[in-house]
C-alpha cells in the first residue's frame, strides 16, 4: 500500500504514537479506514483517517470531529465503539472498535433476500442502537446495509457515523442544499435537502428492512436524482407483492416506516422495534393493515378504477357468444354487493354520535426540571409522560430532563405522550474478576472491553504472585458502580519482599548489574580497590557489600568496589608477579 497523507498512512506507519496501520478495509467520500493495532493494549483496531484532500478543508475536519466526538459518547453493543481521536501532523484519525464481520450490503449483494423473521431481528438489534444514538440527540443520517455489520455470531453492529449531526448544535453545515446519504436510502426530506430528525433513520432502515425482504430497495432509477425524486412524489409497492412469504403485519410495519410524512412514521426508534417484534412474534401490530385487494370490490364513483383486461376477441363463427352476457351480470351483483355494503356502513355510522374532536394544547418546557416537577406540569397542561422514561449517562444534574419529544411550543392534543430523556448520572459499570495473575496487559484488555479507559501501574512485593504478574487492582476487582472514567491502578508484582545477594566477586559491572536486575536490586559503583589475586584480569568487582549470601530488601541497594589504583598498592613479594593495572 502507497503512502498517503504526507506519508503519514504507509503500511506500519505509527499514528498518534501508539497506533500502528495495517491493511486498508474501506474507503468513503470522506476518509479511508485500515486495519490497526494498538501498542499499547496489543489489540486491534479499526482506524479512520481524513481524506488527504479534504484534512485542509476547515469545515470538513470540523464535521469530523463532530464524528468522533458524537460516536464516542455512545455505549451499546449494537454500535461500534470509539476509542480514542486526534491529529497528527496533518493527519486527522479516529480509532474505533475493530469488528470482524461482513456488512448487510455483504449478504444482500447480488439481489440476496434474508427471511422475513431473521430481516425483523436485524431490524430490531438497528433500532435499539438508534434508539441510544436519538436519546443523545444524534442522528445517523445514514442508514444502509454498507454501515451495518453482522459478526459470525449474528451480532448487529451499526457504524459510520460520518454525516451524523448532533440536532441539539446550533452549527449549520448540514443545513445546506447539499444532500448527504445513499440516494437508494434518502428519506424524502433528505432528498429534497429539509432538515431530518430521528424520523429520517427510521425511514433509511424502512428502505434497509424492504430490501432485505424483497431483495431490492422500493424505488430504483437510472440516476440518484431520478431515484431521489422516486422518495418524494411515488408510493412503494407493499413487499408481500414482491415476495409472498412477507406477512401482513410486517407489510403494515414497513409501509409506515416509508411513510412520505414523517408525522405518519414511527416517531421513535424505540417504538418502530416494538411493532417489529409483535409482527415477528405473531402479535398485532399498531401499524394499520394494509388492506386485501378484491376483484369482486370496487369503491362506486372512484376516479381511480381499475382498468380490466378483456380477453382477446375470438374469429368470426367460433366458440359460443353468451359468455358477455353472463360477465355483465357478474359485474352488475357486485356492483350492487358494494353499494348495499357502503349504504349499510354509512347507516351505521350516522347513528353513532360523533367522537369529540380533542382540545389542543402547547406544550410547556420541561427541559432542566427535575423530573417530578417536569411530569406535574405536563399533567397539568393535559399531556402525559412516556413510560419508559429514555435514560442517559450524563454526570450533570442527576434526575434532569435533558431533553423532550415533543419540543417546547409545539401543538399537541390533551391525553398525548411526551417523551423524556433524564439524566441518570455517568455511566458504570462492574472491574472484571478474574484479573489477580494475569500480566499488566492482559489486565488493560479486560478492563478496557469492560468499558474502562484509564489506567495506571504500580508496583508491589508479593510472597505469592510471581515477578511481573498482577497481584491486586485499586477498586478492587468484581467492584460494582465503577463510572467509566475511573482511573484503575494495577499493581505489578515484583516478588517476594527480600532476595538473597550473589556473589559479584570477579564480576564486570555490566554482568554485575545484569545479575542484580533480575533479582530487582540496585547497583552502586563505590570506589576502587586494590586489585584481588583471584581475579587475573583487571577492572572486575573485588569486593561488594551486602556481602554475597546475605538478604537484602528488594528494590535495595549493591555497593561494589572494582580493582584499581586509586590507593597506594603493596609492593609484590619476590614470588608474585605484579597485578595488570586496570
Known amino acids: 500500500m502507497a503512502d498517503e497523507t504526507n506519508g503519514r498512512t504507509g503500511e506500519g506507519t505509527l499514528i498518534g504514537g501508539r497506533y500502528r496501520i495495517e491493511e486498508e478495509l474501506g474507503r468513503g467520500g470522506m476518509a479511508k479506514v485500515f486495519k490497526g493495532t494498538d501498542t499499547v493494549l496489543g489489540r486491534p483496531v479499526a482506524i479512520k483517517i481524513l481524506a488527504p484532500q479534504l484534512a485542509e478543508d476547515a469545515s470538513f475536519v470540523a464535521r469530523f470531529r463532530r464524528e468522533a466526538q458524537a460516536a464516542a459518547r455512545l455505549n451499546n453493543p449494537h454500535l461500534v465503539g470509539v476509542y480514542d481521536t486526534g491529529s497528527d501532523d496533518g493527519v486527522h484519525f479516529i480509532v474505533m472498535e475493530y469488528v470482524e464481520a461482513k456488512t448487510l450490503a455483504d449478504y444482500l449483494a447480488g439481489g440476496g433476500r434474508i427471511l422475513p423473521e431473521r430481516a425483523m431481528e436485524l431490524s430490531e438489534s438497528v433500532c435499539e442502537a438508534l434508539t441510544v444514538a436519538h436519546a443523545a440527540g444524534i442522528v445517523h443520517r445514514d442508514i444502509k446495509p454498507a454501515n451495518v455489520m453482522v459478526t459470525r455470531k449474528g451480532e448487529v453492529k451499526v457504524t459510520d457515523f460520518g454525516i451524523a449531526r448532533l440536532t441539539t448544535s446550533a452549527d449549520t453545515v448540514a443545513q445546506t442544499a447539499a444532500v448527504l446519504g445513499t440516494a437508494s436510502y434518502l428519506s424524502p426530506e433528505q432528498a429534497q435537502g429539509h432538515q431530518v430528525d430521528a424520523r429520517s433513520d427510521l425511514y433509511s432502515l424502512g428502505v434497509v428492512l424492504y430490501e432485505m425482504l424483497t431483495g431490492r430497495p422500493p424505488f430504483t432509477g437510472d440516476s440518484a436524482v431520478a431515484v431521489a425524486s422516486k422518495h418524494v412524489l411515488e408510493q412503494p409497492v407493499p413487499p408481500s407483492k414482491l415476495n409472498s412469504d412477507v406477512p401482513r403485519g410486517l407489510d403494515a410495519v414497513v409501509m409506515r416506516a416509508l411513510a412520505k410524512n414523517p408525522a405518519n412514521r414511527y416517531q421513535s426508534a424505540e417504538e418502530l422495534r416494538a411493532d417489529l417484534e409483535r409482527a415477528r412474534t405473531g402479535q398485532p401490530v399498531e401499524a394499520t393493515p394494509l388492506l386485501a385487494e378484491s376483484a369482486q370490490t370496487q369503491v362506486i364513483g372512484s376516479r381511480q378504477e381499475r382498468t380490466a383486461v378483456l380477453p382477446p376477441v375470438e374469429p368470426e363463427g367460433a366458440g359460443r357468444r353468451w359468455w358477455p352476457g353472463i360477465l355483465v351480470a357478474l359485474l352488475v351483483v357486485a356492483g350492487l354487493a358494494s353499494g348495499f355494503y357502503l349504504l349499510a356502513t354509512t347507516l351505521l355510522r350516522t347513528n353513532q354520535k360523533p367522537s369529540p374532536t380533542p382540545a389542543q394544547v402547547s406544550v410547556p418546557p420541561v427541559v432542566g426540571l427535575k423530573l417530578k416537577d417536569a411530569t406535574a406540569k405536563l399533567e397539568a397542561a393535559g399531556l402525559k409522560v412516556a413510560t419508559p422514561l429514555i435514560r442517559v449517562s450524563d454526570p450533570s444534574a442527576i ?78 476487582e468484581g467492584t460494582s458502580g465503577v463510572t467509566f472514567d475511573t482511573s484503575i491502578t494495577i499493581y505489578e508484582s515484583t516478588g517476594s519482599g527480600t532476595v538473597t545477594v550473589p556473589d559479584l566477586t570477579c564480576f564486570s559491572f555490566g554482568a554485575a548489574k545484569s545479575a542484580l536486575d533480575k533479582l530487582n536490586l540496585v547497583i552502586e559503583l563505590a570506589g576502587t580497590m586494590p586489585p584481588n589475586s583471584l581475579c587475573p584480569h583487571g577492572s572486575k568487582i573485588v569486593s561488594q557489600d551486602p556481602s554475597a549470601g546475605a538478604t537484602a530488601n528488594v528494590g535495595g541497594t549493591v555497593q561494589v568496589w572494582i580493582a584499581g589504583e586509586s590507593s597506594p598498592s603493596p609492593s609484590p613479594s619476590p614470588t608474585e608477579s605484579p597485578s595488570p593495572t586496570p
Not at 404 to 429: C, I, R
Not at 430 to 445: A, D, F, H, R, S
Not at 454 to 462: G, K, L, Y
Open 399 to 476: 434526575g434532569t430532563v435533558l431533553k423532550q419529544d415533543p419540543q417546547p411550543g409545539m401543538t399537541a392534543k390533551k391525553g398525548d405522550t411526551v417523551t423524556l430523556t433524564v439524566s441518570s448520572g455517568p455511566a458504570t459499570g462492574t472491574i472484571p474478576t478474574g484479573l489477580v495473575g494475569m500480566t499488566v496487559e492482559q489486565v488493560k484488555q479486560a478492563l478496557a472491553k469492560a468499558g474502562f479507559k484509564t489506567f495506571t501501574v504500580a508496583q508491589e512485593t508479593s510472597d505469592t504472585v510471581p515477578a511481573t504478574f498482577v497481584t491486586r487492582t485499586d477498586p478492587p
